[in-house]
């Protein structure tokens, strides 16, 4: 378990780098879903097999980081919360 105070000093980049890679390593789909119905007009991405899910929503948050200027908006005190509330979890 790592500290609050270590992971709110991190930036969302790196609390989502590390949160993704601990769902790809547990292959955890719902923390993937949740993220996933929280994001804005996510784009739609191609079908694939439940294994690769992680690189989907991968593309699909890079897809539309791109699409809005590589921000969160409003949502990343929320998505912020989110990875670190998972990244404490055990």
Do not use: C
Not at 59 to 86: C, N, S
């Amino acid at each position: 378990m790592t500290d609050f105070s270590e992971l709110d000093a991190l930036s969302t980049e790196e609390l989502r780098e590390k949160a993704f890679a601990k769902a790809r390593n547990k292959r955890d789909l719902g923390f993937f879903w949740d993220l996933f119905t929280r994001l804005p007009t996510a784009p739609e991405t191609e079908e694939r097999e439940l294994a690769d899910i992680g690189a989907a929503i991968e593309d699909t948050v890079q897809l539309w980081r791109e699409m809005t200027g590589h921000e969160y908006g409003d949502l990343e005190p929320l998505i912020r919360a989110k990875f670190i509330d998972y990244l404490t979890s055990e």
